[in-house]
């Protein structure tokens, strides 16, 4: 098996990748050399003998994720796990908000890139989601996929309701995607409320204490992997494509995130914001 893994420097995607390398190759997929050969190092102490490729790219830019879908062999399991939370008016050198770059628009293309290099292989893509209870309360608005018009009593969570928003764009995108696919099968997954994510490190006030209270409650990167991980291996799932699944259980999400309507017109502005085809 050869699986990449998204976001695998740290956190959740480390985990993730530790437990996938004891299955075969697995592509660790991070923005800086350093971190990269860090989380490698740890990976192999729990994993000795792992076989492990390290891909720099940062996700934020549309030209590094279409140069790593390239440089990429056929995969037979990826895992986009990489997230970030960051202020709605930080801007990536392409000129889009990181936010919605790294959050939904990086695993969009690189998925759809990915799709066309597998063929008509057998795969599994698995995309890291956040609790669908709580999205609910945060549906996307199509007309304003940047959240500029998003208001929160809090301004200090901001950020964290429109990472929520990103979010349900993964799940609409898992949806949209599993539909167009045939032998690839493409399911998304809630991996829990986790501690040492990093998703926090640029928060402050109201946010930055929920994150702090979170370090000291929250079970470990081990536990939110268990889920995807198992999406991406086990043979109770293998051609289940389109679910989305919390503690390994099928679960629904919002109405507004599974509109057919909706799912295909978030699909077609992603395409133009990143220059792909509709197809």
Not at 70 to 79: F, G, H, I, N, Q
Not at 112 to 127: K, S
Not at 158 to 174: I, S, V
Not at 178 to 192: D, E, K
Request: hydrophobic letters at 45%.
């Amino acid at each position: 098996m050869r699986a990449v893994v998204t976001g695998a420097t740290s956190g959740i995607g480390e985990a993730i990748a530790a437990k996938l390398a004891e299955r075969g190759t697995v592509v660790l997929v991070g923005r800086d050399d350093g971190r990269l050969r860090d989380a490698a190092a740890r990976i192999e102490r729990a994993a000795p003998g792992a076989d492990l490729v390290l891909e720099r790219a940062d996700l934020a830019l549309v030209k590094e994720v279409r140069a790593l879908a390239e440089r990429l062999p056929a995969a037979d399991v990826v895992v986009s796990n990489a997230a970030v939370i960051t202020d709605l008016d930080d801007r990536t050198a392409e000129g889009l908000q990181t936010l919605l770059a790294v959050n939904h628009l990086a695993p969009y293309l690189l998925l759809r890139l990915l799709a066309e290099r597998i063929g008509q292989r057998r795969a599994r893509f698995v995309i890291v989601g956040a609790d669908p209870v709580a999205l609910a309360r945060v549906p996307v608005d199509l007309d304003d996929l940047e959240s500029g018009r998003l208001r929160v009593p809090d301004p200090d969570m901001l950020p964290f309701a429109a990472y929520g928003r990103t979010k349900n764009m993964n799940a609409m995108f898992g949806y949209e995607l599993a539909r167009r696919l045939t032998t690839i099968t493409v399911t998304a997954a809630h991996p829990g409320i986790i501690a040492g994510t990093r998703l926090g490190r640029n928060s402050r006030g109201a946010l930055k204490r929920l994150a702090d209270e979170l370090k000291l409650t929250a079970p470990g990167s081990e536990v939110g992997a268990d889920t995807p991980v198992w999406l991406a291996t086990s043979s109770e799932v293998d051609g289940q494509t389109g679910g989305f699944y919390v503690e390994r259980r099928l679960t629904p999400t919002a109405e507004h995130t599974t509109d057919r309507a909706r799912c295909e017109r978030l699909w077609r502005e992603s395409a133009q914001l990143v220059g792909i085809s509709n197809g």
